[in-house]
């Protein structure tokens, strides 16, 4: 059973930076792509980075890309979301996902494979 744990999030100023952590288990981690997609309030869901199982392939949407860095560590079985230059419109629910439609252009769809989430909140 897939379990993913995010942490990481809180309150941060504009201009501030930000690492999110997800704790991976009950598969087998280094063979599957994995991505981090963002909810903010009243919207609908949208992808944000995404690394394959190759750890030097990545993907960034073009509004993080160049502030936001993604890895993963597969002998941890953890992946990151490192957050630079923050600004208020990143306030959002982040959420990491075992999931690769990020690689495929199709929207993110939450499911099990999901974790619950970590809200980060950014603002003077």
């Known amino acids: 059973q897939v379990h993913l744990v995010e942490s990481g999030g809180g309150w941060v100023q504009p201009g501030g930076s930000l690492k999110l952590s997800c704790t991976a288990s009950g598969f087998a981690f280094s063979k599957f792509p994995m991505g981090w997609a963002r909810q903010a309030p009243g919207q609908g869901l949208e992808w944000v980075a995404g690394v394959t199982t190759s750890v030097s392939d990545t993907w960034y949407a073009d509004s993080v890309k160049g502030r936001f860095t993604v890895s993963r560590d597969n002998g941890k079985n953890m992946i990151y979301l490192e957050m630079t230059s923050l600004k208020p419109e990143d306030t959002a629910q982040y959420f990491c996902?075992?999931?690769?439609?990020?690689?495929?252009?199709?929207?993110?769809?939450?499911?099990?494979?999901w974790g619950q989430g970590t809200q980060v909140t950014v603002s003077s």
């Open positions: 996902a075992k999931d690769s439609r990020w690689w495929f252009g199709l929207p993110p769809q939450r499911s099990d494979d």
